[in-house]
Every structure is written in structure tokens, then in C-alpha cells.
């Protein structure tokens, strides 16, 4: 391992620029440092909010750990061989969250309804995810287009237009449909099981046994040590659980 090892916080459909972001995860991996026992100053940690270039990131040798989305875990898991050290406890949302896609009422009855549609979500990065994960319980018709978005109040406006587009919401995007002038106009389709909003992992084993086992000490012990507070809440956690993964996922 090199002397300064690195913590990616590789967010895709994120809000944030990595200038704003540094200061909050340079505390977080202080705080991460001094709960694992490690040396001072031996983890780095950077923002990266494009999934190329965080993924780029990810394949370094001194990346040791990365917080990545539940949808990356799930689209590039196997591929960078990532292993779930903690779970995520989100602000206002929690260790787990519902995925929701939504329609233009009338329009869409079932899953083959749906052939030529395009999906929008923040998720969109992640096919695998959306297909496989969030809407298992649907088979998508194989034509269907999936794409990235951050506009999702356009992507909503876009549905109740009448063009042949659903949207695929997290739980926060989901909860806030009431409140919408033309919330009568969509209709909600299916829903995913709960499924974690987000993970620390282990990259390609980089880290001996031992230190990774105290990293995940360490972040699951966070929530109770006063000090970490800050670190917490300025990217939004309250904390750390073990990780619980769909059966599917390792």
C-alpha cells in the first residue's frame, strides 16, 4: 500500500463541485484516520462527481476505499472488484430507499407498454441498476432507452407533456411529487424494494485484511463519537451500518 493511501467519493448525479466538496471529505477521512488508528495524514480523500473520471480514479493503486451510490456499486462492482465495508445512513432518508418510476397517467398500464420509451433518471448512469436492481420486478422491452439526467423537474414536465419518457425517482425526488402543479397528471408504476442509498468499499483488496477491518470499525463507531459530527453532517450522513445487500450482490 502507498504511504498516503486515497478514499474516492465517486458520485455520479451528485450536486457539488470537487473545489466545495474538499474540505468536507479531507474531515471525513481525518475523522476515518483517527477511529481506524492509522497515522495521521495517511488517507486522502477526493470528490469526483463524473463517473468517468471517478471510475479512472478508482483503477490508481494508491485508491484503497471508495463511497460510492448504491446504482455504481451495482453498474461497476464487479468490474472494479469493490467489496461493501459500511452502509450509508443518509439525512432524511435513511440506510435504505425505495426507487419509483413514474408515468404519464393513462398512458403506460405494464412493462411492454413501454417499448420505444426512454427512461430518465439520475440513476441513468447505471443501466444495470435500473434494470436489474430497482426494476426487477418489471422486465423492461429491450428497446427501451436509459439515460442520465440531473434535470428531473424537466425530465417530470417532459412526462405530463405526453412524450414517450418515464422517470425513475429516488426517495427524496419521489416524496416531493405532491407538491407538484401537475402531480394529478402522473401516476406512479412500480416501485423497487429497499435498497441502500449508498457504500464505503474496499477496492480491489488493497487493503490488508486487518486495516480494512478497522476502517469498517471505524466508520460504523462514527455516529457515537461527538467529535465526528461535523464530519458527518457536512456530506450529509448520520452514519455507518454493516452493510445489507440485495441477495444478488456480494
Given amino acids: 500500500m502507498a504511504a498516503v493511501a486515497t478514499l474516492v467519493f465517486c458520485a455520479p448525479g451528485s450536486p457539488g463541485d470537487?473545489?466545495?466538496?474538499q474540505p468536507l471529505v479531507d474531515a471525513f477521512a481525518k475523522a476515518t484516520v483517527a477511529g481506524a488508528g492509522w497515522k495521521d495524514g495517511s488517507l486522502a480523500a477526493v470528490y469526483d462527481p463524473s463517473e468517468d473520471s471517478?471510475?479512472?480514479?478508482?483503477?490508481?493503486?494508491?485508491?484503497?476505499?471508495t463511497f460510492?451510490?448504491?446504482p455504481l456499486y451495482v453498474q461497476r462492482g464487479a468490474q472494479l472488484h469493490?467489496?461493501?465495508l459500511a452502509q450509508a445512513?443518509?439525512?432524511g432518508v435513511g440506510t435504505q430507499q425505495k426507487w419509483t418510476l413514474v408515468g404519464k397517467a393513462g398512458a403506460v398500464t405494464d412493462a411492454p407498454s413501454l417499448a420505444g420509451y426512454t427512461l430518465l433518471s439520475t440513476a441513468g448512469y447505471a443501466p444495470d441498476f435500473v434494470r436489474h436492481s430497482a426494476l426487477g420486478a418489471w422486465t423492461l422491452p429491450a428497446d427501451v432507452k436509459i439515460e442520465s439526467t440531473g434535470q428531473i423537474l424537466s425530465a417530470l414536465r417532459r412526462v405530463t407533456a405526453g412524450e414517450h419518457v418515464v422517470v425513475l425517482l429516488d426517495?427524496?425526488?419521489?416524496?416531493s411529487l405532491p407538491s407538484l402543479p401537475f402531480a394529478a397528471q402522473l401516476k406512479t408504476l412500480v416501485q423497487s424494494p429497499p435498497l441502500p442509498v449508498a457504500l464505503v468499499a474496499l477496492v480491489d483488496a488493497r487493503l490488508p485484511p486487518p486495516r480494512a477491518k478497522a476502517v469498517q470499525s471505524a466508520l460504523i463507531k462514527m455516529s457515537s463519537i461527538p467529535a465526528d459530527a461535523d464530519a458527518l453532517s457536512g456530506l450529509q450522513l448520520k452514519g455507518f451500518v454493516e452493510p445489507h445487500l440485495p441477495a444478488d450482490k456480494p
Fill in 89 to 91: 445512513d443518509v439525512v
Fill in 54 to 65: 471517478g471510475v479512472a480514479k478508482l483503477g490508481s493503486a494508491d485508491t484503497v476505499l
Fill in 171 to 175: 426517495q427524496t425526488q419521489a416524496a
Fill in 68 to 70: 460510492v451510490p448504491f
Fill in 18 to 21: 470537487a473545489d466545495s466538496a
Fill in 82 to 84: 469493490l467489496t461493501a
